[in-house]
């Protein structure tokens, strides 16, 4: 699976948005959900290029897909 290059996670919360998620809880993470999905993004910056990939798997979406929307 291509890697997704490093991310802010503000970034990350806006693509994901536009893919239908909504933040559930903040802290040291944040998690979001679209109903029947969860996924949790940390607040670092900028976010892994593997953990972005696998965020983007568990959200349904492919790297391609994921890029489009940032």
Same mark, same amino acid.
């Given at each position: 699976?291509?890697?997704?290059?490093?991310v802010?996670?503000l970034?990350?919360?806006r693509? =994901?948005e536009?893919?239908?998620?909504?933040?559930?809880?903040q802290?040291?993470? @944040?998690?979001m959900?679209? +109903?029947?999905r969860?996924v949790? =993004?940390?607040r670092?910056?900028?976010?892994?290029a593997f953990?972005?990939?696998? @965020?983007a798997?568990?959200? +349904?979406?492919?790297?391609d897909?994921f890029?489009?929307?940032l």
């Amino acid at each position: 699976m291509p890697s997704i290059p490093g991310v802010n996670h503000l970034d990350a919360v806006r693509a =994901l948005e536009k893919a239908g998620f909504q933040v559930v809880r903040q802290g040291k993470h @944040i998690v979001m959900s679209d +109903g029947t999905r969860q996924v949790t =993004l940390p607040r670092g910056d900028p976010i892994n290029a593997f953990t972005m990939g696998g @965020i983007a798997r568990d959200a +349904g979406l492919t790297p391609d897909e994921f890029r489009k929307l940032l």
